[in-house]
């Protein structure tokens, strides 16, 4: 077997663009509100109603020591990922004493989720007591000479309810990010840390209004800072003895910085917001990249976290169904021939990479991200499922490309295969495929809404030959109306037709259709209602037919 080297150069960063995910965005004034600062507060602006309805209260008993009744406090802020899951920091729920570590009891630790205001409930706030604590296994301090124990490392925690919240317009689930966690991604923080800053911000209470902020993540040792960026900065500070800092993790922590420019401009996460979720928005959709953990003592600027993508498998190993794409990366895939190249791998001999998902069924996603040396000609990629072929295209770029398609899924345990077909070397000509990762879509829901059974029927109304009209009837099978729904639709390489519907991108591929009126919101159970479009087909293609990607309801 020859180890073949691959005579191409990819000059770029590894970033992935997935393309045609079907969200419920979040409307201009839904963004205007969410995104405004107008009250700078070290903890951010006041909350609008809603906005974060994955947020979570964890709150400990606390015993009086006159006897007194004891009482749930609010401790620190989580995040709902699954109906019976709390995402959170693992020094919330857990102290390391002699190098051992003592988790909260889980009698001892309560979770209320749809909370706003920690002083006046006002009815969406659900109360649930918690069946188990589990601790990332690699949550340690680290003793550093001349310093003592510095920052917890693998700070990450879940908590499970002993039942599931009913989900809602207060109580939603928050996707679970794969990526969209690089430099220069705006993050956005709900929780109740306190509002002070300075050294003396240390007793300072929680505030009892939900709050936000928002803060742009940087590299941790090349920030635009006088102190030359957050590691550096928290290094000086544990130098200076202030707080027991360290640097950044970049493989498993992201720091974020608010840009200011003096002291009305300061904000940043402070005491209390521990365990609260910073997002990002994907396209309208929330994504959770960082569970908030520490920052630089005086609550002005740096904000660090346990990174969330670099977390997924041991949740996943926990049990929790939760909201998020799954990513394989190629180099860890099963390899029946081939060597690594560029963070990915190089497939030769008519060979094939794979890995197995479990898959849900009906239709479902995927992204192969894939680049290709032209040896005589492009190399052929070829994708099957649990032995069916589902996807077929030549390679045709140098650089790193995503190829997405829709397939119906099997239900179950099953390898995907991503087959090299066309393998050719003929002395100095080399023809390559190189597979940088797979990506499976969530099909379960998009943008942490709630799903359930939505059946979408696509008929054609009307085909001219150069266009077509069709209908979608949207059918709600649960037992209970919907209180939002979204439909994505695939017209390939036809082109919504102008006059139909002037709100709808006029692009071929895929289009997210929403209801534009609160009325449309509603589909009672066991009833149908019906979304229409026109396309016109590419020239010369007369057969080309749309098909429903997917449907999501909310409940």
């Known amino acids: 077997m020859k180890n073949r080297k691959v005579g191409m150069g990819l000059g770029f960063a590894p970033i992935l663009l997935w393309l045609g995910a079907g969200c419920q965005s979040v409307t201009s004034d839904q963004e205007e509100r969410v995104g405004s600062s107008q009250e700078k507060i070290v903890g951010g602006s006041v909350a609008p109603a809603g906005s974060y309805p994955w947020m979570a209260r964890l709150s400990s008993r606390v015993v009086p020591s006159d006897g007194s009744p004891s009482y749930f406090a609010f401790a620190c802020g989580g995040s709902l990922i699954a109906a019976d899951w709390v995402l959170t920091a693992a020094h919330c729920v857990a102290v390391i004493e002699n190098k051992v570590l003592k988790k909260t009891a889980n009698a001892d630790m309560q979770v209320v989720i749809g909370e706003r205001n920690l002083n006046n409930p006002d009815g969406t706030e659900q109360v649930r007591s918690v069946d188990n604590i589990i601790v990332n296994p690699g949550y340690v301090y680290v003793e550093e000479e001349g310093y003592g124990q510095v920052k917890e490392f693998n700070d990450i925690a879940l908590v499970h309810l002993t039942s599931p919240v009913t989900l809602n317009d207060s109580a939603r689930i928050i996707k679970l990010a794969s990526e969209n966690d690089d430099p220069g991604k705006e993050t956005w923080l709900s929780g109740w840390g306190a509002d002070v800053y300075g050294q003396g911000k240390i007793s300072s209470p929680p505030v009892p209004q939900l709050k936000q902020m928002s803060a742009t993540i940087v590299d941790p040792t090349n920030a635009s800072d006088p102190d030359g960026g957050c590691s550096n900065r928290l290094l000086l500070e544990r130098a200076a003895g202030i707080g027991a800092q360290r640097a950044i993790d970049k493989k498993t922590e992201i720091c974020n910085l608010n840009f200011m420019s003096g002291v009305d401009s300061y904000q940043s996460a402070c005491y209390w917001d521990s365990g609260s979720p ?278």
């Open 278 to 555: 910073w997002v990002v928005y994907n396209s309208g959709c929330p994504e959770q990249v960082m569970v908030h953990t520490f920052g630089d003592y005086n609550c002005v600027s740096y904000n660090a976290g346990t990174r969330v993508s670099a977390y997924l498998p041991w949740i996943r190993e926990q049990g929790v169904p939760y909201v998020g794409d799954r990513v394989y990366e190629a180099e860890t895939m099963f390899h029946a021939t081939g060597n690594a190249y560029a963070d990915g791998w190089n497939v030769y001999d008519n060979n094939y990479i794979s890995f197995h998902h479990v898959f849900g069924g009906g239709q479902q996603q995927l992204t192969v991200r894939a680049a290709g040396q032209n040896g005589n000609g492009w190399p052929r990629m070829r994708v099957s499922v649990g032995g069916t072929t589902v996807y077929e295209t030549d390679v045709t770029s140098a650089s790193w490309a995503n190829y997405t398609f829709t397939f119906n899924a099997p239900v179950g345990d099953r390898e995907v295969q991503i087959r090299f077909l066309n393998d050719y070397i003929q002395g100095s000509v080399d023809r390559n495929l190189l597979i940088d990762k797979a990506k499976v879509k969530d099909a379960r829901t998009s943008c942490g809404t709630t799903t359930a059974a939505l059946t979408p029927t696509l008929r054609i109304t009307n085909d001219w030959g150069a266009g077509y009209c069709a209908e979608i009837d949207i059918k709600n099978n649960a037992a209970q109306p919907t209180t939002s729904w979204t439909v994505v639709y695939d017209t390939k390489t036809s082109t919504v037709y102008d006059s139909w519907n002037p709100t709808v991108a006029k692009t071929p591929n895929q289009h997210t259709a929403v209801p534009v009126e609160s009325w449309l919101k509603v589909i009672q159970p066991n009833t149908t209602k019906t979304l229409g479009f026109c396309a016109n087909r590419a020239p010369g293609n007369t057969t080309s037919l749309p098909e429903v990607v997917s449907a999501t309801a909310m409940y």
